[in-house]
T-cell receptor, first 112, second 114 residues
Framework: AQSVTQPDIHITVSEGASLELRCNYS??????LFWYVQSPGQGLQLLLK??????LVQGIKGFEAEFKRSQSSFNLRKPSVHWSDAAEYFC??????????FGKGTRLSVIA | NAGVTQTPKFQVLKTGQSMTLQCAQD?????MYWYRQDPGMGLRLIYY???????DKGEVPNGYNVSRLNKREFSLRLESAAPSQTSVYFC?????????????FGPGTRLTVT
């Protein structure tokens, strides 16, 4: 069965600092990988996705993620965090013909 | 183009009461899903419908039933609500198995069972 691990429950970064959120998945073949963001009281919005090809994918709001097959990882990065990035971030995996399986999420706090 | 809509936005039930959460999408997607979100648990799949006329259990189906009314609508029913069903419920839709696969989410229904 597929599974997703987000090791960090809560991360605090200073505004302007760089950010990396970790995601590890368990799945035999190359999965379809996603990062979603959820602002307080809102639904989930897709940040970016990886299906195949270039292992570095660009998303909205200045986010990027890198797929590393050897490490079964799909970490999310942003070079300079803004206060508006404070939210909860979810990594998810699918085989393409199955529903998404989500990690438990990482809550990001941004301090001045 | 409203995307995925859910009603109601908030609901308070007493233990043992029943209710139906409604979901509709206008993106002509074949697949629809119901998730629940609880603190520290992420999103857990309750039921999904890969295509009109089919439904399948997800990770946490106990205490729930679903109906895929047509291609646009997918409802979730709680027959006898329990405090353990206090949660935020999200509906989503996608073209599972075809092309892009990403799921589009509604704004959620916050349900409290007392």
């Amino acid at each position: 069965a597929q599974s997703v691990t987000q090791p960090d429950i809560h991360i605090t970064v200073s505004e302007g600092a760089s950010l990396e959120l970790r995601c590890n998945y368990s799945y035999g073949a190359t999965p379809y990988l996603f990062w979603y963001v959820q602002s307080p009281g809102q639904g989930l919005q897709l940040l970016l996705k990886y299906f195949s090809g270039d292992t570095l994918v660009q998303g909205i709001k200045g986010f990027e993620a890198e797929f590393k097959r050897s490490q079964s990882s799909f970490n999310l990065r942003k070079p300079s965090v803004h206060w508006s990035d404070a939210a909860e971030y979810f990594c998810a995996v699918s085989r393409g013909n199955t529903p998404l399986v989500f990690g438990k999420g990482t809550r990001l706090s941004v301090i001045a | 183009n409203a995307g995925v809509t859910q009603t109601p936005k908030f609901q308070v039930l007493k233990t043992g009461q029943s209710m139906t959460l409604q979901c509709a999408q206008d993106m002509n997607h074949n697949s629809m899903y119901w998730y629940r979100q609880d603190p520290g648990m992420g999103l857990r799949l309750i039921y999904y419908s890969a295509s009109e006329g089919t439904t399948d259990k997800g990770e946490v189906p106990n205490g729930y039933n679903v109906s895929r009314l047509n291609k646009r609508e997918f409802s979730l029913r709680l027959e006898s609500a329990a405090p353990s069903q206090t949660s935020v419920y999200f509906c989503a839709s996608s073209e599972m198995g075809q092309g892009t696969h990403e799921q589009y989410f509604g704004p959620g229904t916050r349900l409290t069972v007392t």
